[in-house]
């Protein structure tokens, strides 16, 4: 993320158009459902996605908790998945199994038979010739192919903005600092090796608040409704996370935090 760029997270409206976009009743649907929950609730990296193995997912105290392995500068770390998602991603794996799927990759193709493409050279593709790719189920899908559907089902929900697997990160991010109000929660969360990585969050629901005050309308000369209005803004920020107010406060008074 380049510096001083807020991340973009979605809307739980955005959110929920997006994950409608899905057909779970086909294979490689209940698959990319999981997939996306996986990426929108438990905050997993597109790399992280596309390794997980059958023994990373595991229960704990009665939910389904992700073993990450190895993750971004090789650090680890359990991701609890809440109910939704987990009954989503159990579903997938029961799918699996009935595809004959054994031990390995959990988001992998399902696809068999024969893939048939042009033969690429140095001057293009050559004419009249193929390759033949054997198409065996259980095979790891490629980081690129999350990469490509993540903003594919983002224009056909008609979001505005481009949707992208780290899209979905932030917004699994934003929504648990929202909840919790702790960044050191988040930090872990997320994997992060520094907790001032994970302060670009507060700011993020810092803008949301800003934005939301500036929504008060002006009621000029009506002290009745100035009063509701001030009244409605100080109980917003009462019901900020510390963390939250003290990153408002910072952007109110011109510093960068």
């Not at 976009?21 to 790399?47: D, E, F, I, P, W």
Request: charge should be negative; proline fraction near 4%; aromatic fraction near 2%.
């Amino acid at each position: 993320m380049a510096k001083g760029r807020l991340p973009q997270v979605l809307t739980d409206d955005q959110l929920a158009a997006l994950l409608r976009q899905v057909n779970v009743r086909t294979k490689t649907g209940l698959r990319n459902k999981a997939m996306l929950k996986v990426m929108a609730y438990g905050g997993l990296r597109v790399s992280e996605v596309v390794a997980l193995s059958t023994k990373d997912v595991r229960r704990d105290g009665g939910r389904i908790v992700l073993e990450i392995r190895d993750g971004k500068g090789g650090k680890d770390r359990t991701v609890p998945l809440p109910d939704h998602a987990a009954e989503t991603l159990e579903a997938w794996l029961a799918k699996r199994e009935e595809l004959g799927i054994g031990n390995g990759h959990v988001f992998c193709t399902v696809s068999t038979g024969t893939s048939v493409h042009p033969v690429a050279t140095s001057a293009g593709l050559a004419a009249g010739e193929v390759t033949e790719t054997a198409l065996t189920p259980g095979g790891p899908i490629a980081a690129r192919y999350a990469q490509t559907l993540v903003p594919r089902l983002g224009e056909r929900a008609d979001l505005e903005q481009r949707v992208t697997p780290h899209v979905l990160r932030h917004t699994a991010a934003t929504r648990l600092l929202r909840e919790t109000g702790n960044l050191r929660v988040v930090q872990d969360f997320l994997g992060h090796a520094s907790v001032s990585t994970t302060q670009v969050y507060t700011h993020v629901l810092a803008d949301e608040v800003a934005a939301g005050v500036d929504a008060v309308a002006d009621v000029e000369a009506d002290d009745d409704g100035a009063d509701e209005a001030d009244t409605l803004a100080a109980q917003v920020l009462a019901a900020l996370p510390a963390e939250v107010r003290e990153a408002l406060a910072r952007q109110l008074a011109g510093g960068d935090g």
